[in-house]
């Protein structure tokens, strides 16, 4: 009779486990130490490997051999606990036996002791599903276990657990497994069967799963069934509705080229095809997930569940945009995925939302022109840089290096603080004081800075600097006003002002601005450092 893979390959010891480290260490250790607790939770996602190990952890328990944390696999309990035979390794699933009359009926069988083997190891499957009776039944239980009773209940709710009931337990919890782990047991799975597959089709059906062991080998499963011992890439992917990273590339390739028509070609071969239009905005959301990811930690980390030369895809993609770029259209895309999920008209949703992500690329770039902010001087790699576009005008008049230095008051005081200021590499703040004036008296230095900079000298660091070069206990105000140093620069400012008015509007973003609004005016050309 043919056994499904995910039974089929159930591990039967701790060694063929993937992932959940901290359970394997934990429950081994208990083992050795002889510490054995009456009651277990197991919890967490479906499909991790909760009820594959209460069975092991039953064999570490019964084995002839045990208790031990390596169970010989051999002797009769160990091989009854594996087909489920043991008299005294009990499963109940809670689903279909969750009464009070089955809980009076185990607490009954609790009572006697274990027909053959050390422990009366009770399993309970979904345990989240046992009626509240039932469960005061079972803290009856566990509040005087007899000694050879062990409880592990499984459940993928554990907050539907009465609190009761989890004091009396020790609770572990199950994480979805690691990528790289579950596509080598896959591999190790393919071997033993005599099934070949690229690495991108292995990849495609350990991501099917979604974390889930048993639903990556249900996909497996599926595509065996389908497509013989010989599996490709794109004859899975067809097979489970999944999309290629070349068709979720291809928004990426338009949004880098700002080429919004070519999203209207992928929402039209989207419905051509007869594809999922929520599934698409689902898979583009997770695409834009890795990105950022991919972009944050580099082409090498484990937290994206990709093959190699797909990782190595998302990396060049991912080289095209800045981290704030990408972020945002996450943002926009987990918006559009909402949207689709209620909408009438998803290709109407899909194509303005792809739409608006093109557009905030643009506003984007215009913003950061605008302000010549440091994060709008793209280097290398990013978005800007791709489109071959020249750098960001800077349009802000340079920061008054080149103001005359008036004799102020505490003028050592303020040279000091400012090679303070360098040295901590808080170059924004010097420039903030650079803009300021100090009036000094014994015990108050007294700040005088133009709006836009106050925030700079309200910092603790400035504070403390500004303590630190007087040299003796002051107190630090610092008010908001015009200075000579900032007004100073404003009358040396007017040509710049009109080269800068030159440069903001023959910059390509402005022009671009300008096609796309074609009733526009630019009225003022705004120093925005001045503001
Ligand atoms: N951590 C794991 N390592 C290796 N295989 C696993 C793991 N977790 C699950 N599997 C595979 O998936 C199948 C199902 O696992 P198991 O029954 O233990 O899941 P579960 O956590 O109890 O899920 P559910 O919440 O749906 O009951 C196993 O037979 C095994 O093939
Ligand atoms: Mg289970
Ligand atoms: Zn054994």
């Known amino acids: 009779m043919y056994q499904v893979i995910a039974r089929k390959y159930r591990p039967q010891g701790f060694d063929e486990l993937i992932s959940q480290e901290h359970v394997k260490t934990t ?3 208990a083992i050795t130490q002889g510490r054995i607790a009456h009651g277990y939770i197991f919890s967490g996602q479906r499909g991790t490997g909760k009820t594959t190990v209460a069975r092991i952890f039953a064999r570490c328990l019964n084995c002839e051999q045990g208790p031990t944390p390596a169970p010989c696999g051999k ?30 009926e185990l607490r009954e069988s609790v009572r006697f002791r274990p027909a053959r083997d050390r422990y009366k190891v009770f399993i309970v499957d979904e345990a989240h599903q046992i009626t509240s009776e039932a469960f005061n039944a079972l803290l009856k239980t566990l509040e005087e276990p007899p000694e050879w009773v062990v409880f592990i209940l499984c459940t993928t709710e554990s907050h539907k657990i009465p609190s009761t009931i989890v004091s009396r337990c020790q609770q572990f919890s199950f994480r979805s497994v690691d990528f ?34 048993r639903d990556s080998l249900s996909a497996l499963d599926q595509a065996i069934a389908c497509c013989g011992n010989k599996l490709d890439a794109a004859e899975v992917r067809t097979l489970l509705g999944m999309f ?5 590339g291809r928004v990426t390739t338009a ?27 689902r898979e583009l959301a997770r695409h834009f997930r ?59 949703h899909l194509e303005m939302g792809l739409l608006r992500m093109v557009q905030a690329g643009r506003l984007l770039s215009i913003e950061e022109a605008l302000a010549g902010l440091p994060g709008g001087t793209a280097g290398p790699g990013t978005r800007s840089a791709s489109r071959a576009a020249p750098k960001p005008a800077q349009l802000a008049a340079a920061p008054a290096a080149t103001a005359p230095l008036e004799t102020l008051a505490g003028g050592d005081l303020r040279s000091r603080l400012h090679a303070a200021l360098i040295d901590a590499k808080l170059t924004h703040v010097a420039d903030a004081l650079e803009h300021s004036e100090l009036t ?55 040509q710049r002002e009109q080269e800068a008015a030159t440069r903001a ?6 022009k671009r601005f300008q096609e796309i609004f074609p009733d526009a005016q630019v009225r003022t050309v705004r120093n925005l450092k001045d503001t």
């Open 244 to 248: 290629s990273l070349e068709s979720l």
């Open 75 to 104: 002797c009769v309990s160990c091989l009854e606990i594996g087909e489920g035979s043991s008299m005294d390794v009990i499963e109940i699933d809670a689903a279909s036996n969750r009464g009070i009359n089955e809980m009076r």
């Open 180 to 213: 790289a782990e579950l596509v080598a047991r896959m591999e190790w799975i393919m071997q033993q069967e005599g099934i070949t597959a690229d690495a991108d089709a292995v990849a495609v059906l350990a991501r099917a799963g979604e974390g889930s062991v």
């Open 440 to 494: 000094e008296s014994a015990n108050e230095l007294v700040f005088i800075t133009p709006k836009m900079y106050q925030l700079y000298l309200k910092q603790s660091e400035f504070e403390a600097a500004a303590k630190r070069a007087a040299g003796r206990p002051v107190r630090i105000t610092i008010k908001v006003g015009e200075t000579a140093r900032s007004s100073g620069q404003v009358v040396a400012a007017p």
């Open 505 to 510: 509007l023959s910059h390509p973003e402005v």
């Open 27 to 29: 429950l081994g250790n």
């Open 255 to 281: 949004l880098a080229g700002n080429d919004a028509p070519e999203m209207f070609a992928v929402v039209a071969e989207l419905e051509a095809n007869g594809r999922s239009l929520q599934h698409f905005a």
């Open 290 to 348: 890795n990105l950022v990811v991919v972009k944050i930690s580099g082409g090498e980390t484990r937290l994206v569940a990709a093959s190699q030369a797909e990782q190595q895809k998302l990396a060049e993609a991912a080289a095209h945009f800045s981290e704030e770029d990408l972020t945002r259209y996450l943002q926009l895309s987990l918006d559009l995925f909402r949207d689709l999920q209620s909408s009438l008209q998803p290709r109407l």
